[in-house]
């Protein structure tokens, strides 16, 4: 869901983090920076330095933990619950 007005600080940080993969235009809408991308990315770097986080675009927000979920990975596990 879309914020109704632009985010700051640590929530546009997590709503960007969130969105990352689905690139900058999607991700400035729903942080309630509509088309503004340039203002968004802005904002963006000002709440991540303020927090000490560097980031130079916004896939830097995107965690290999986000990437293995897109992607896939293998499962390690156990055929049955008693061979544990």
């Known amino acids: 869901m879309a914020s109704s007005v632009p985010l ?3 929530e546009l940080v997590d ?3 969130a969105n990352a993969a689905q690139g900058p235009t999607v991700a400035a809408d729903l942080c309630g920076y509509g088309q503004d991308v340039a203002t968004f ?4 770097r000002q709440a991540c330095q303020q927090i000490g986080i ?6 830097d927000l995107i965690t290999e933990q986000q990437v ?3 992607v896939g990975g293998i ?4 055929d049955t619950p008693s061979e544990l």
């Open 15 to 17: 709503c960007a983090k």
């Open 68 to 70: 293995v979920r897109q």
């Open 75 to 78: 499962e390690i596990a156990p």
């Open 8 to 10: 700051k600080g640590i």
């Open 41 to 44: 990315q802005q904002e963006l």
């Open 54 to 59: 560097e980031v130079t675009e916004l896939s």
